[in-house]
């Protein structure tokens, strides 16, 4: 095995439109296929658990020099990682000065540019002796994706794959047929995202690994965010993932495909590659692979607590049933007894998942909500949630996608069926603006393995989950604010009490809401209208912004057929 991942032009949808894209290609595959493939039985999952002294490693004592004398002793502290530079750079940091574990948890880790210089730091930090536990899951491993399942045959490295679907993995086609024998748990999937060095340092929030998500890629590149964590919350965080790692729905990759067949589909690639003539990134897409410097993060330190859904939010294949009978639970994750929750997070203590406790603090408001969903599509119970808090006076932005910048045109028709009632309840829309689109473009939009172009020449896509409320409290995570990611998905989130850390991430999204965003509101006759983006010379439009004729059809004829549950 070598440490390399093999970089691909073939386009490999990461986002949940592809579960819906899926369901034209299973009629071909019933045409293909004459039974549906079973899972491994009899699974061996040896227990391995985050590591239990991480005070005693450079990061541990690093955090240790760096904390207040003034900061609470159940404090953590946290930084903003809002540009692809530093999100690359950030988790580059984690691994070089990683000396005992690395735990990668990802919804998609793509085989291209910027993955592949990751991947490959990770490689050299498992031959130096650092133990890593790699867990992902299944949807996105097929086709050229399949290679980063190669990890798993690197001494030291251990991968999982978490809800895995059978059959081949020599393309998306392929995986289609499971859509239709064992539909309700394919479409279940773990969504979580999370890096974790030495169970000190963390990255979390919802950007998945790949050149689109890196600011790298020439098709499109989502706008996201994350948060660097250090200290206490680090262990829960970690809680989650042992959580995740030694569930029965976590198959070691060994179980499910071998190094030697994973070879073969590489050798097809590649072949299929050199025809294409895909050309690296280079020049300002070129991701920047070199580690942040630690000792200069703006470190906040503030009482936090972790929101994160139980594995058992996905139901097991028949023969692992028997070995999966833990219950639900609370959400809320705490690995010591010594911390204690922050006041303005109390509301979500007894929630179930983590979009229920975002509701309960939802709920709570007192003044002041800024939602930040790419895929925003409000059920009965969101928009309860918010009827609640409006019947306080409480003021509500909301910053999605809009059609020409959503990368998955069915999730914004769930969107749009509610978008008149939020306006009429005073809710206040705004829509990020992108580039023209077309159905084709909406299609492609945020995927990845097609790198090269010139920066800017790309589509700008929002990929950001973030919840501010009143002021004081941050809730960064996985989740999208859709019924998707609070009756189908596993999710995680953490909830940062500092009105310091309330103002820093409602500023990054405050600072480019009148420049990067159409407004949407209702016009004197109750018509929709969308009011053009500050000093962009763009006309106030009454139909969506930047979308083609053919865009706004296929909203129209396909949006009614798909439930919001789905979406």
């Known amino acids: 095995m070598t440490a390399s991942i093999s970089t691909s032009s073939r386009l490999q949808p990461s986002g949940p439109q592809t579960h819906l894209a899926l369901l034209a290609g299973a009629i071909a595959a019933m045409l293909l296929t004459g039974c549906a493939a079973s899972l491994p039985k009899d699974v061996e999952r040896p227990v391995s658990t985050a590591l239990s ?4 490693t450079e990061l541990g004592v690093f955090v240790s020099q760096t904390r ?28 070089e000065n990683a000396q ?55 001494p030291n490295v251990e991968m999982r794959m978490f809800n895995p679907l ?46 689109a998500y890196f600011d790298a890629s020439n098709v499109g590149n989502f706008v996201d965010l994350d948060v660097l964590a250090a200290g206490p919350v680090v262990k829960d965080l970690s809680l989650s993932f042992d959580r995740y790692w ?9 179980s499910l495909i071998s190094e030697p067949d994973l070879l073969k589909l590489k050798t097809q690639f590649d072949q299929e590659d050199a025809s294409s003539k895909a050309e690296p990134a280079q020049g300002a897409n070129a991701p920047e692979d070199s580690p942040l410097n630690l000792s200069q993060v703006p470190w906040i330190w503030a009482q936090a607590m972790v929101l994160a859904d139980s594995p058992t939010k996905i139901p097991v294949e028949g023969a692992e049933r028997s070995a999966a009978s833990e219950s639900v639970g609370a959400a809320v994750l705490k690995a ?33 909500l800024l939602v930040v969903s790419p895929y925003f599509v409000p059920g009965q119970e969101i928009m309860d949630a918010f009827r609640t808090a409006r019947s306080k006076g409480v003021r509500i ?44 473009s909406a299609l492609r939009a945020g995927t990845t393995g097609s790198s090269g172009g010139s920066a800017g020449a790309s589509r700008a896509m929002l990929h950001t989950k973030l919840l501010v409320i009143d002021g004081r409290l941050v809730a960064v995570g996985s989740m999208n604010l859709d019924m998707r990611s609070r009756l189908q998905n596993t999710e995680i989130a953490v909830l940062i009490a500092s009105r310091r850390f309330s103002q820093l991430a409602g500023d990054s ?44 059809l296929m909203l129209q004829l396909l949006g009614p057929l798909a439930p919001d549950s789905l979406l």
Do not use: C
Not at 53 to 56: D, E
Not at 411 to 424: F, M, T, V
């Open 100 to 154: 005992k574990t690395l735990d990668l948890q990802y919804y998609a880790i793509h085989a291209d540019q910027s993955t592949g210089r990751l991947l490959r730091a990770v490689v050299q930090a498992a031959r130096r002796g650092v133990r890593v536990r790699v867990l992902l899951d299944d949807f996105h491993s097929t086709g050229p994706d399949a290679q980063v399942m190669r990890l798993a045959f690197v």
């Open 336 to 368: 010591g007894e010594t911390s204690s929750p922050p006041p303005s997070a109390t509301p979500a203590l007894n929630a179930e998942s983590v979009v229920d406790g975002l509701l309960a603090l939802i709920r709570s408001a007192r003044q002041d």
């Open 397 to 440: 932005r909301v910053l999605t996608n809009s059609l020409a910048s959503n990368d998955a045109p069915l999730a914004h028709a769930g969107y749009a069926r509610h978008r008149k009632a939020l306006l009429e309840m005073g809710i206040e829309l705004y829509e990020m603006r992108s580039e023209a689109a077309n159905v084709r």
């Open 53 to 56: 002294q991480p005070q005693n």
């Open 246 to 254: 030694n569930n029965v729905r976590a198959y070691p990759v060994q």
């Open 509 to 552: 999204i405050d600072e480019s809401l009148p420049e990067n965003s159409w407004r949407v509101d209702l016009d004197p006759k109750g018509k929709l209208v969308w009011r053009a983006p500050q000093d962009s010379g763009l006309a106030d439009s009454y139909s969506e912004p930047d979308a083609s004729l053919g865009l706004r």
């Open 166 to 211: 059978a059959g081949s993995r020599a393309s998306t086609i392929g995986r289609a047929w499971t859509l239709l024998t064992d539909f309700q748990r394919a479409q279940q999937r773990m969504h979580n995202k999370l890096f974790v060095a030495d169970n000190t340092l963390a990255v979390i929030g919802g950007r998945n690994l790949g050149d």
């Open 68 to 95: 207040p004398t003034k900061a609470k002793p159940d404090a953590s502290a946290f930084a903003l990682i809002s540009g692809p530079k530093h999100a690359l750079s950030s988790r580059m940091a984690l691994v």
